[in-house]
């Protein structure tokens, strides 16, 4: 013990470590006061240039603060600790501390329980600034070794505080502050993790959904209807399906929930996850976690680096527990699962006249990062033909000889061997077959066979089919391509020179000209 009641003790701030002195009824002798582990601590200021200190394990730093390996935080209370970590964790994180990190739910000798938060001590600088949060939280803030932690330096002592007596105890904890002294006794220890799983999100109304991905849990018979709609609205999502132990024992079937990841939402769908029940919507704020929309959690999680990125935790508002995932099921694009459409086909399987049924999709267009290995056509707009008449000033004679055209009214489709992928127009496009060419930058899925895709488009054979970025495609004739070297010159228009012989004029024979006497009725025989 640390000895017995040194006239009367200061009260604790409310958490039941101090007490008082009680009046006793007139009459009735006062009872035999028990020795407990409460004094108040004779502490002494560090002076500078001291070099010996009374506390194990506590030295001084290159700037003559006194501190030990490992610093500590007594906190009356779990509210308290949950308000520490929210004030610690809004400029910076735990990432420092993580590793050495240690809850631990303390007793005293009077019964009294509190909140022990160590950790490696690092350096003065963090501890000054453990302790200012410490100060706002109402926490006192400890440095030490193992057992024995000595109170931290404050403005009324700038180098620290040794302490002046050394209390021999068993007990696993021994405070020295300077209002009290106190041996603890560890209860039990509180994980990290556990401590974040069980705090509720607190409600934010003002919270809206903007670009960022997003996780979307649907239940069971909600799903299906989901996909399909993702599917129908060309919205970029993948899609798994989750399972959780039975909610209770007289359940005998896991929990499955459909579980969408949507990089983003378009803005016309938004409303829909607040006002549809069964879908909850939740805004990823790390790796491995993710808070429902319209929520906020107290402690900033993306500043505490403990949870799984393999897996995810998804905290639920409305008082319901978090939902939690060791590993992420398997997802998968959404386009991969929509349903497929049933057609009656003339042919049928069985041998039988009647028609049987077939399994048709149509074929898709999907983004593809991958780079194609060459480049053969290029699709130029209706408005940019001028260009491509400009350009034509600038292209080689490899080029020009070796490239084909065709104009449509859906643009200029230009081919060739070598030299296409110059041209700075239109869109790119790649071979997938000899007559069947897709844009640079996509893929068709399903991903059948070249020949099967052939085949199933008709087998042209004297047209080339151009898939367009839209889905749609264009089947141009073979006769259409003419070579480009002669679509680009056009004939000029000759003007022959006028040419008359000299020898003609002088052969030609002169008019001889002579006077009559006109007479008396010189106007006779004229028709008037």
């Known amino acids: 013990m640390l000895g017995s009641l040194r006239g009367s003790a200061p009260q604790r701030n409310g958490n039941g ?63 308290r600790l949950i308000a520490f970590l929210a004030v610690y964790t809004e400029q910076q994180t735990l990432g420092g501390l993580a590793e050495s990190l240690r809850i631990e739910i303390v007793r005293s000798k009077l019964g009294t329980r509190e909140v022990a938060l160590s950790f490696d001590a690092g350096g003065s600088d963090r501890m000054d600034r453990i302790g200012e949060v410490a100060r706002l939280t109402g926490g006192f803030t400890f440095t030490g070794t193992s057992r024995h932690f ?78 399909s709609y993702f599917a129908r609205s060309n919205v970029d999502a993948e899609v798994g399906v989750a399972e959780w132990p039975p909610e209770t024992s007289f359940d005998d079937q896991p929990v499955r929930r459909f579980l969408f990841r949507v990089e983003q939402l378009p803005p016309r769908m938004r409303p829909l996850l607040k006002g ?26 993306e500043a505490c680096p403990v949870f799984d990125a393999e897996g995810l935790v998804m905290f639920r508002g409305r008082g319901e527990p978090a939902l939690r995932l060791g590993q992420l099921p398997v997802l998968a694009d ?27 999709i149509p074929v898709r267009l999907l983004p593809d990062p991958a780079s194609p290995s060459s480049v053969t056509a290029v699709l130029v707009p209706p408005d940019e033909l001028q260009l491509l008449r400009r350009l034509a000033y600038a292209l080689s004679t490899e080029t020009i000889r070796d490239t084909r055209i065709a104009i449509t009214n859906a643009g200029a489709f230009v081919m060739g061997t070598a030299g296409v992928a110059t041209v700075p127009l239109g869109f790119l496009y790649w071979s997938l077959h000899s007559r069947v060419l897709v844009p640079c930058g996509a893929r068709l899925v399903p991903a059948v066979g070249a020949e099967v895709l052939f085949e199933a488009l008709g087998a ?32 000029q228009k000759w003007a022959p020179i006028q040419v008359t012989e000299l020898e003609e004029v002088f052969e030609t024979d002169l008019p001889t000209v002579w006077l009559d006497e006109l007479g008396l009725s010189a106007l006779r025989g004229v028709n008037g």
């Open 17 to 79: 470590a101090g007490f008082g002195w009680a009046k006793l009824p007139a009459g009735k002798a006062s009872p035999a006061l028990p020795r407990v582990a409460y004094d108040a601590a004779v502490l002494e200021r560090i002076a500078v240039h001291q070099t010996r200190l009374r506390v194990p394990g506590v030295g001084l730093d290159a700037r003559g603060v006194a501190l030990g390996s490992r610093g500590l935080v007594l906190l009356p209370s779990l509210d």
């Open 150 to 227: 000595v109170q931290y330096r404050d403005a009324g002592a700038p180098f620290g505080y040794d302490a002046t007596e050394i209390t021999a105890t068993d007990q696993p904890l021994a405070l020295y502050h300077t209002t009290f002294s106190q041996v603890y006794d560890v209860e039990r220890t509180v994980e990290l993790e556990s401590l974040l799983l069980r705090l509720m999100p607190h409600a934010d109304p003002g919270a809206e959904l903007g670009s960022e991905p997003v996780w979307i849990l649907a239940e069971s018979g909600l799903g299906p209807s989901v996909l």
């Open 276 to 301: 549809t029940p069964g879908l909850t919507a939740f805004v990823p704020v790390t790796p491995g976690a993710a808070v429902e929309h319209g929520y906020h959690h107290p402690i900033a999680l």
């Open 334 to 360: 959404i386009r991969s699962l929509q349903r497929a459409d049933v057609v009656a086909d003339e042919a049928a399987l069985t041998g039988k006249n009647e028609a049987s049924p077939t399994v048709r």
């Open 460 to 491: 042209p054979g004297d047209r080339i089919i151009f898939f367009r970025t839209d889905g749609s495609a264009v089947a141009v004739p073979d006769k259409a391509f003419v070579p480009l070297e002669s679509a680009l010159l056009e004939a």
